[in-house]
């Protein structure tokens, strides 16, 4: 069974950085797409940022486009979301999550369980 662990949330002030990890575990995933998700309070989930297999394609969210960024090590089966310039909108729950679709997958097969980001005005 494939299992993901994030980690590296925490509390910031609007302005400040946090780099997530996320930590993939139990099977191999060569070949899979892994993406960020977040969900806030009273609303729904919602795709932040995904990147391919090989990390020649990324894909953002526009809301997030020059402030936050996606990558990954594939030897250490990892995957990151750096966030700078964090707004207190980017307040939620942040999931990773893997599918062997494509950037654009409705169906993601594994997520982790969330890691809760705070920022304070």
């Known amino acids: 069974q494939g299992q993901l662990v994030e980690s590296g949330g925490g509390l910031v002030q609007a302005g400040g950085s946090l780099r997530l990890s996320c930590v993939a575990s139990?099977?191999?995933?060569?070949?899979?797409?892994m993406a960020w998700f977040r969900q806030a309070p009273g609303k729904e989930r919602e795709f932040v940022a995904g990147i391919t297999w090989s990390s020649v394609n990324t894909l953002y969210t526009n809301s997030v486009k020059g402030r936050f960024t996606i990558s990954r090590y594939n030897a250490e089966n990892t995957v990151y979301l750096q966030m700078n310039s964090l707004k207190p909108e980017d307040t939620a729950v942040y999931y990773c999550?893997?599918?062997?679709?494509?950037?654009?997958?409705?169906?993601?097969?594994?997520w982790g369980q969330g890691t809760q980001v705070t920022v304070s005005s």
């Open positions: 139990g099977r191999t995933f060569s070949g899979y797409v």
């Open positions: 999550a893997a599918t062997l679709g494509s950037l654009y997958s409705t169906k993601w097969d594994y």
